[in-house]
Nanobody, 122 residues
């Protein structure tokens, strides 16, 4: 298992942008498939976006497609979630997750971060 630490959450207004970061431990970060998921109060955790180890493949939930972008910097062991045109319904705790076996599936992860709160006011 790897250690994942998210940062960058906060309180913003609708229409604003925010970038989340997640830094991972380990020496083989470039092999990990990295995902972002979120959980709003009273709701189940939902998939947001995922990126392959080489950044050649990404996949997004319909609810964020065109507004959110997942990217990574393997030299820094860091994955990012750029969120633009934020909406109140994007309010949630955002989690970074890793599939250390390199399996590109949106819902299969073996390591999780502690989460960072994003609140979007209207």
């Amino acid at each position: 298992q790897v250690q994942l630490v998210e940062s960058g959450g906060g309180l913003v207004q609708a229409g604003d942008s925010l970038r989340l970061s997640c830094t991972a431990s380990g020496r083989t970060f470039s092999r990990y498939v990295m995902g972002w998921l979120r959980q709003a109060p009273g709701k189940e955790r939902e998939f947001v976006g995922v990126i392959s180890g080489s950044s050649s493949h990404t996949y997004y939930a319909d609810s964020v497609k065109g507004r959110f972008t997942v990217s990574r910097d393997n030299a820094k062991n860091t994955v990012y979630l750029q969120m633009n045109n934020l909406k109140p319904e994007d309010t949630a705790v955002y989690y970074c997750a890793a599939n250390t076996r390199g399996v590109f599936k949106p819902f299969e992860y073996d390591s999780w971060g502690q989460g960072t709160q994003v609140t979007v006011s209207s």
